[in-house]
């Protein structure tokens, strides 16, 4: 019966092509604005390490001022130099990496190519292992390059084509911040969304464009760039007491593969917090934290606020484009007051009735669907250039979501075509049946 | 066949209480073809939607084929109406944007028979009426007449053995009138029970038993045999 139903759907569409057509356009309008801002609400909040969020962790502990809390009576979110290259010392992860972002001036040798800005990462070598970054040639320093502050550099692939061209320049020489670097690798497309790593810099800004080892922080006495608390005054003046201060600017990441390690990892944790306090530091209660990818992206609120907001706004406007819909069905069902009639004369039972109208219904929710998705699309334009270029990897449509438009329209125009369907099964067929 | 007894019926609103049929009794054999006649308002409609189980009733007893039907829910009646009882309506009912092959598969639709079966039975209906060459056709491209025709063919098609039809010549001049009646008679001779609300006297005429209905009521019961030529009902 169900493809009876459906040619009936159809005739029935062609038999009122206004109504049908006011009824699509309203799911449409519906669909195609919350699944503008379903999806980005939905890329912003998306895993970007799927394989490996479990086992990831974001290292968080709570040397702030004793009186204030850092934020809301929350821990803070970054690590002082001191913490992140003694936790760095102690080696006890799987993996492990401080990092931190900074950038400088490359002078490419090629005259033709001006000196740019770039931004860089610093990281310890374990960086591109605990993060899957693909390689386009060569490969990662190692923990010897790590310790001996090496200046090698990992060049991300634009940056490869800008300043050689594209061709395997592992072993080439770059100046950067009035230094030369070897180059040793060169990555790949890789551009995680959101940036779990450094959320604090703008979860969703691009990857930085270079990598150098960590220790160079020091050694070159690189620029902050990004986020930087500070809760006390360095103690002393120049470069090195500001990098040695109560101030946090550095991130660090463990990969622990069990829960025993994670375990394991903050007993340790708790352990060097109290050998601190017995040194005078870590006024506040112990608090120490290590959250996964996913419950990192929660705790800092990747999804932005005003994304919900538009999210449930839109919504809204669904729900009244729905409201709009059962309005139009009930004129479009009571027009077929006769035919209704005329069927439960000849032995359509209620419950038949019910399914070929909701057949029908489902089919005006599933074109309104797809316009809706096209909708979308313009929608997701729009947040484009309304925005620009950072939401550029979040304004697009994928398969999941295309998918969940689809049922979010079947679902939504079945549940606005209850009522009305419920109402046109209910007709007295006898009064139907004499009055046409 | 169809057994009534003392059956009720009222229509209230929030102001008036309206006695459509009280204390109606009828009895039809298989077989028979009955007129009924009466004024307009007596219940003669009521009757007909009681008898075709599209309206429900509020006193004594009404059985069908055997079968008391006050105790069917709605799938029951529903399956009853599809496999024993033929409407053919005074407006044809016919649905607009379908063609007469769909207009008469509409019933056996419901009936679960299969595609081959329902196209043997279609065909074999359409060609009782001698429409068989206009299985394409929308209604629309049909006369009054053949119009009528199609629904009956509809009512056939599910060989019912009991066929309801309420004025099935009220929108047709007296030409096509006569067609449809004769072949009702036909349909009657082959041994469907036929049960026919009509204000035609010349008509009723035509049927093997007439009932005259008066303020819900059976107030006379003749044989068409018993009749004097000038009187029916």
Same mark, same amino acid.
């Given at each position: 019966?169900?493809?009876?139903?459906?040619?009936?759907?159809?005739?029935?569409?062609?038999?009122?092509?206004?109504?049908?057509?006011?009824? @699509?356009? &309203?799911?449409?309008?519906?669909?195609?604005?919350?699944?503008?801002?379903?999806?980005?609400?939905?890329?912003?909040?998306?895993?970007?390490?799927?394989?490996?969020?479990?086992?990831?962790?974001?290292?968080?502990?709570?040397?702030?001022?004793?009186?204030?809390?850092?934020?809301?009576?929350?821990?803070?979110?970054?690590?002082?130099?001191?913490?992140?290259?003694?936790?760095?010392?102690?080696?006890? &992860?799987?993996?492990?990496?401080?990092?931190?972002?900074?950038?400088?001036?490359?002078?490419?040798?090629?005259?033709?190519?001006?000196?740019?800005?770039?931004?860089?990462?610093?990281?310890?070598?374990?960086?591109?292992?605990?993060?899957?970054?693909?390689?386009?040639?060569?490969?990662?320093?190692?923990?010897?390059?790590?310790?001996?502050?090496?200046?090698?550099? @990992?060049?991300?692939?634009?940056?490869?084509?800008?300043?050689?061209?594209?061709?395997?320049?592992?072993?080439?020489?770059?100046?950067?911040?009035?230094?030369?670097?070897?180059?040793?690798?060169?990555?790949?497309?890789?551009?995680?969304?959101?940036?779990?790593?450094?959320?604090?810099?703008?979860?969703?800004?691009?990857?930085?464009?270079?990598?150098?080892?960590?220790?160079?922080?020091?050694?070159?006495?690189?620029?902050?760039?990004?986020?930087?608390?500070?809760?006390?005054?360095?103690? %002393?003046?120049?470069?090195?007491?500001?990098?040695?201060?109560?101030?946090?600017?550095?991130?660090?990441?463990?990969?622990?593969?069990?829960?025993?390690?994670?375990?394991?990892?903050?007993?340790?944790?708790?352990?060097?917090?109290?050998?601190?306090?017995?040194?005078?530091?870590?006024?506040?209660?112990?608090?120490?934290?290590?959250?996964?990818?996913?419950?990192?992206?929660?705790?800092?609120?990747?999804? &932005?606020?005003?994304?919900?907001?538009?999210?449930?706004?839109?919504?809204?406007?669904?729900? @009244?484009?729905?409201?709009?819909?059962?309005?139009?069905?009930?004129?479009?069902?009571?027009?077929? &007051?006769?035919?209704?009639?005329?069927?439960?004369?000849?032995?359509?039972?209620?419950?038949?009735?019910?399914?070929?109208?909701?057949?029908?219904?489902?089919?005006?929710?599933?074109?309104?669907?797809?316009? %809706?998705?096209?909708?979308?699309?313009?929608?997701?334009?729009?947040?484009?250039?309304?925005?620009?270029?950072?939401?550029?990897?979040?304004?697009?449509?994928?398969?999941?979501?295309?998918?969940?438009?689809?049922?979010?329209?079947?679902?939504?125009?079945?549940?606005?075509?209850?009522?009305?369907?419920?109402?046109?099964?209910?007709?007295?067929?006898?009064?139907?049946?004499?009055?046409? | 066949?169809?057994?009534?007894?003392?059956?009720?019926?009222?229509?209230?609103?929030?102001?008036?209480?309206?006695?459509?049929?009280?204390?109606?009794?009828?009895?039809?054999?298989?077989?028979?073809?009955?007129?009924?006649?009466?004024? =307009?308002?007596?219940?003669?409609?009521?009757?007909?939607? $009681?008898?075709?189980?599209?309206?429900?009733?509020?006193?004594?007893?009404? !059985?069908?084929?055997?079968?008391?039907?006050?105790?069917?829910?709605?799938?029951?009646?529903?399956?009853?109406?599809?496999?024993?009882?033929?409407? $053919?309506?005074?407006?044809?009912?016919? $649905?607009?944007?379908?063609?007469?092959?769909?207009?008469?598969?509409?019933?056996?639709?419901?009936?679960?028979?299969?595609?081959?079966?329902?196209?043997?039975? $279609?065909?074999?209906?359409?060609?009782?009426?001698?429409?068989?060459?206009?299985?394409?056709?929308?209604? =629309?491209?049909?006369?009054?007449?053949? !119009?009528?025709?199609?629904?009956?063919?509809?009512?056939?098609?599910?060989?019912?053995?009991?066929?309801?039809?309420?004025?099935?010549?009220?929108?047709?001049?007296?030409?096509?009138?006569?067609?449809?009646?004769?072949?009702?008679?036909?349909?009657?001779?082959?041994?469907?029970?036929?049960?026919?609300?009509?204000?035609?006297?010349?008509?009723?005429?035509?049927?093997?038993?007439?009932?005259?209905?008066?303020?819900?009521?059976?107030?006379?019961?003749?044989?068409?045999?018993?009749?004097?030529?000038?009187?029916?009902?």
């Amino acid at each position: 019966m169900f493809s009876y139903y459906l040619r009936l759907a159809f005739k029935s569409i062609r038999r009122n092509p206004i109504l049908s057509a006011l009824m @699509v356009a &309203a799911i449409a309008l519906g669909i195609g604005s919350s699944m503008t801002t379903i999806t980005v609400n939905y890329l912003m909040s998306a895993n970007p390490i799927p394989e490996k969020s479990d086992v990831l962790y974001h290292v968080q502990v709570d040397s702030w001022d004793p009186h204030n809390a850092f934020n809301d009576d929350d821990i803070p979110n970054q690590l002082t130099w001191t913490e992140a290259t003694n936790l760095m010392a102690a080696n006890k &992860a799987m993996r492990q990496t401080a990092m931190a972002k900074t950038g400088g001036i490359i002078e490419p040798s090629d005259q033709d190519v001006k000196p740019f800005e770039a931004s860089a990462r610093l990281a310890f070598g374990d960086f591109f292992s605990m993060f899957n970054v693909p390689f386009l040639f060569g490969s990662s320093w190692d923990a010897e390059a790590d310790q001996n502050r090496s200046q090698v550099i @990992v060049l991300t692939k634009r940056i490869n084509e800008q300043v050689f061209g594209g061709v395997n320049s592992v072993g080439e020489t770059l100046s950067m911040f009035g230094t030369n670097f070897r180059v040793v690798g060169v990555l790949d497309d890789w551009q995680p969304m959101p940036k779990f790593y450094d959320v604090n810099n703008g979860a969703f800004d691009e990857s930085e464009e270079v990598f150098i080892p960590f220790f160079l922080k020091e050694e070159l006495e690189l620029p902050n760039w990004g986020n930087t608390n500070c809760w006390k005054s360095p103690e %002393g003046e120049g470069f090195k007491a500001f990098l040695r201060s109560e101030c946090i600017n550095f991130q660090m990441w463990v990969e622990l593969p069990t829960q025993n390690d994670k375990a394991e990892y903050l007993d340790f944790l708790n352990s060097y917090v109290s050998e601190q306090k017995d040194l005078g530091r870590f006024p506040r209660p112990i608090q120490n934290r290590l959250s996964n990818v996913m419950e990192w992206m929660e705790d800092q609120e990747v999804v &932005a606020d005003d994304a919900q907001i538009m999210l449930w706004l839109s919504l809204m406007f669904l729900l @009244v484009c729905l409201l709009n819909t059962i309005g139009l069905l009930l004129a479009k069902f009571t027009g077929k &007051a006769a035919e209704i009639g005329l069927r439960r004369a000849v032995g359509a039972s209620k419950g038949d009735l019910f399914f070929q109208h909701l057949v029908e219904t489902a089919l005006i929710g599933l074109l309104g669907g797809v316009f %809706g998705l096209l909708l979308a699309l313009v929608g997701l334009e729009g947040i484009k250039s309304l925005y620009g270029e950072f939401v550029r990897d979040l304004a697009a449509l994928d398969f999941t979501m295309v998918l969940v438009g689809l049922v979010l329209a079947l679902v939504s125009s079945i549940a606005a075509g209850l009522y009305p369907t419920w109402r046109a099964c209910n007709i007295a067929p006898a009064s139907q049946l004499k009055s046409q | 066949m169809l057994k009534m007894t003392e059956i009720k019926k009222v229509f209230r609103t929030d102001l008036v209480e309206t006695h459509a049929l009280r204390d109606f009794n009828l009895h039809v054999d298989e077989g028979d073809f009955v007129a009924v006649t009466g004024p =307009s308002g007596s219940g003669k409609t009521t009757f007909l939607n $009681i008898a075709g189980l599209l309206e429900t009733f509020e006193g004594g007893s009404y !059985q069908l084929d055997g079968e008391d039907v006050s105790h069917l829910n709605d799938k029951q009646r529903s399956q009853m109406r599809n496999e024993k009882i033929g409407f $053919i309506f005074q407006s044809f009912n016919l $649905i607009p944007d379908l063609d007469l092959f769909d207009n008469v598969d509409v019933p056996l639709r419901y009936r679960g028979f299969n595609a081959p079966e329902r196209r043997k039975r $279609i065909e074999q209906s359409l060609d009782l009426v001698g429409l068989a060459n206009r299985m394409k056709h929308l209604p =629309s491209q049909l006369s009054g007449g053949q !119009q009528q025709r199609v629904a009956i063919a509809r009512a056939l098609a599910g060989e019912p053995r009991f066929l309801l039809a309420d004025e099935p010549t009220g929108n047709l001049d007296s030409k096509m009138a006569n067609s449809v009646m004769s072949l009702l008679q036909d349909i009657n001779d082959r041994g469907t029970t036929i049960v026919m609300v009509t204000h035609d006297q010349e008509l009723a005429r035509q049927a093997k038993r007439n009932i005259y209905v008066r303020d819900g009521k059976v107030s006379e019961l003749h044989e068409v045999s018993e009749l004097p030529d000038a009187v029916t009902a």
